[in-house]
Structure formats: C-alpha cells, structure tokens
C-alpha cells in the first residue's frame, strides 16, 4: 500500500465503490486444517471430547492423498475469502504413507486462488503403539520428518517484504510427538529462521497427560524442549494458570484463539483478555473443520466478543478488540505485524469491503464496527489480496468453483466410507 488518505485516487487496475461501507484490513487466520472439510459435521462424532474425536477421525482422514489436499485446501481457502479472510495458515500434520507431498499440493491450491498462504509442515512421531493416540499408518519417523521439514521450507518459504507463501514447522502436539522431536523441530527452525506452531493446553485431558507424561504443566514443558520464545505461536491455550499467562506474555509467543472449536469440543474459554493484557500476540483461528465445521473468521471474531464480554465484562469484550485479534494479533502471530493486518503504508493491499445494509444492519448509526459484528452474519462484498480481488460483489472471482465443489463431494465421500 503506497498511500491512505484522502483527495485524487491514484490511477489504479480496478477501482470499488465502497461507499455506505466499512473497510477494514484482511482478516488473518491462525489455526485451520483445511483437510478436514472433507468429514465435517461427521454424524458419529457429535457427541466427543477432543481425545475421542481423534481416535475416531484418524482412520478416516488416513486415506487423504495429494488431490484430496488440493482440492479440500481450494475450497476451503475459497470459504475463508467469503467471509473476509486474505491471509491463512494451514497446519498439515497428517502424512499418509503413500499419500505423496500434501504440503506442495494445498500451496498449488492457494496460489490458484490468490490467497496469502501460511501453511506449517506439520507432523506425528508417536502412534498407538508408542503411547500415542494417531495410528501407525498416518505418523513418520524423527528423521524423516525433519528432512520433510527442510525440503519443505527451502522449496516453499519466501522471506520477501508481501510474501504470498511462507512456511512453518508444526509437531502437532505435545501427545502425538517424541520430545525429542520437540526440541530438534525448536533448532531446525531456528536454522532456517522460520516459525513454529502446536496445539498446546487444549483442555483438562492435555493437562492432566501433560502432568502424568512430563511430569509438569504444559508451559514448563515448552520450556523444557526450546520453545518459549516469540518465534512461537500455539493454538487453543485455554488451560493456562495465572503464572502460566505471565510466562507466555514475557516470552511475546503468539496464541491462535479458536473459540467455536473450543466450544464445540467442550475444551472451555480461553482467557484471551489475560493474555493480551500479558503481551500475548492473540489471533484467531477457525480451527479444524471437522470440529468448528463452520470456517468463518468473521464468526469467531464474534464468538470471541461474546465469550470476552462474558469472561472479562461486557465493557471489556468489544467488536474493535475481536477485530484487532483477527487482524494485528494474527499478524503478531505470524510474525508480520506492519506489513498485514492492517491499513497502513507499507502494508500489502490485503482489504475487505462489508456492506452494512439490508435488514440485519437497519438502525445500525453509530458505530459502524460494533454494528459489523454485534449485526449479521456478514460475508465480505469485496476481499482483495495482494491488490486482486478473490471475492467480487460476494462472490468468488474463480471460474473453477462448481467444478472444485463437485470434486470435494466425491472425494469427501470416498473418505467416509473408509469408515464402514
Ligand atoms: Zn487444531
């Protein structure tokens, strides 16, 4: 973005009559796994926990394959533009032997739609047989998985000031992970110099095995394996105690707050104005769309708000801080922030244009921004990454959508029955 403010546009490719709207910067989300809009809302899986609903789900998921990924990533990245998100990250853990290289089939799948992309080389070193809860055939082994990692980053990672493609290293959690794998994965980052991402603190059963395994609480262990520090960001933290809160914020890590799949899986409210006010770098997340189901990041900044006012008083929890978690927190987690997430020169052209009319927005007068989000549900009219429009008067621009949606529906099928 070269210029804000008033007068003479400059001359420009494409110009947008906003006016009557609210314009705000792209939405950034922090925690997803695209894959899994291939067994959303999955009937059997109702009912359970976080622990059980992975037992569950990962012999599904165990047939994902290289067009899987591709084309659950498209129509899921196309999801997120609909509502206002320009930027996401993607944490891939799950490798299918014989599966073939997911991560360079969900960046093929970004880049087609023109979103800013964040995906993490995720991974599972620990299967049932060793203690862990994923089965044998969807986790690799510790060496493997860090060349993968390196492949994956010197192929992908794109250091330059407007990025489209940067990568991160994943473990996917403290309980599907060797320890050792922690601490290598905190060095190899630090090599390449690129971020880190986990689930960490999700609910009491990640307590309590934390406590049973390590022998501490989460935050010691993440100190234990090189991980608190500010090229960290984790997702969920909703089981921190108060001293917990005061390390994380002193080690300016980053959390994904993902309050519709916290609430959907029972896991409890993350204590998000706690964190903040610790120096937390709080964004949102859309979580999984197996347990959010829904990938609306303009949703979660509602849940956010309400969950906020609730917590921490109606005073407290306003649209304009659910608004700064989905936009500066998120580029505070991704390391970015001054370059997206906001309106500001210098920063890339990632905006979203929201009408605020039609009978949801009637009365709202002042104050366009708690109206956006007190009002609703809102989609974006106009999302525009990187300067190109991905969403136009509410609809996406691609001409591959019926064909993508199409595509979706046999191969969400064809996992399913990998169940009977
Ligand atoms: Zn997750």
């Not at 599907?176 to 290598?184: G, N």
């Not at 406590?211 to 933290?237: N, S």
């Not at 709202?364 to 989000?373: A, C, H, M, Q, S």
Request: glycine share 10%; aromatic share 4%.
């Amino acid at each position: 973005m070269s210029a804000v403010g008033t007068g003479t546009p400059p001359v420009a490719r494409e110009s947008i009559d906003a006016s009557g709207c609210l314009v705000t910067p792209g939405l950034v989300n922090v925690h997803h796994h695209l894959y899994q809009n291939l067994t959303r809302a999955y009937g059997p899986m109702t009912d359970s926990a976080l622990f059980g609903w992975l037992r569950t789900l990962y012999p599904l998921w165990s047939v994902l394959n290289e067009e899987s990924a591709h084309v659950s990533a498209w129509v899921g990245l196309a999801e997120l533009a609909m509502a206002g998100c320009t930027t996401s990250s993607d944490h891939l853990y799950l490798h299918p032997r014989d599966g073939g290289d997911l991560l360079s089939a969900e960046i093929a799948a970004a880049r087609d739609i023109g979103m800013r992309f964040h995906p993490t080389y995720g991974s599972m070193s620990l299967s049932e047989k060793d203690g862990g809860l994923p089965p044998d055939n969807v986790v690799q082994d510790h060496d493997e998985i860090l060349a993968a990692s390196e492949r994956a980053v010197k192929q992908h990672h794109d250091r330059t000031h407007g990025a489209m493609v940067r990568v991160a290293l994943a473990p996917c959690s403290p309980f599907s992970v060797t320890k050792q794998l922690m601490v290598d994965s905190a060095t190899l980052a630090e090599q390449l110099d690129v971020r880190l991402h986990t689930h960490f603190a999700e609910n009491d059963e990640d307590d309590s095995y934390s406590l049973e395994k390590f022998g501490c609480r989460p935050t010691q262990y993440l100190q234990e394996v090189g991980w608190l520090h500010d090229r960290v960001w984790l997702a969920h933290c909703v089981k921190p105690n108060d001293d917990e809160v005061r390390r994380l914020g002193m080690a300016g890590v980053g959390v994904a707050h993902c309050p519709s799949s916290n609430l959907i899986l029972s896991s409890g409210i993350a204590p998000v104005v706690k964190l903040r006010a610790a120096g937390v770098h709080v964004g949102l997340g859309v979580d999984g769309s197996s347990s959010a189901d829904s990938a609306s990041l303009w949703l979660e900044a509602r849940q956010a708000m309400l969950l906020a006012k609730l917590v921490s008083g109606a005073a407290v929890g306003t649209a304009r801080m659910a608004l700064e978690m989905a936009t500066r927190g998120g580029a505070g987690c991704l390391g970015r922030l001054g370059e997206i997430g906001e309106l500001s020169v210098g920063c890339v052209g990632d905006v979203v244009v929201w009408s605020l009319d039609g009978p949801q927005y009637a009365g709202v007068v002042t104050d366009p921004i708690e109206g956006w989000l007190r009002c609703g549900p809102a989609t974006a009219k106009h999302t525009i990454v990187n300067g190109v429009s991905v969403v136009r008067h509410h609809q996406l621009v691609s001409n591959k959508v019926d064909a993508m949606l199409s595509n979706h529906a046999r191969l969400a099928r064809h996992m399913q029955s990998a169940a009977q």
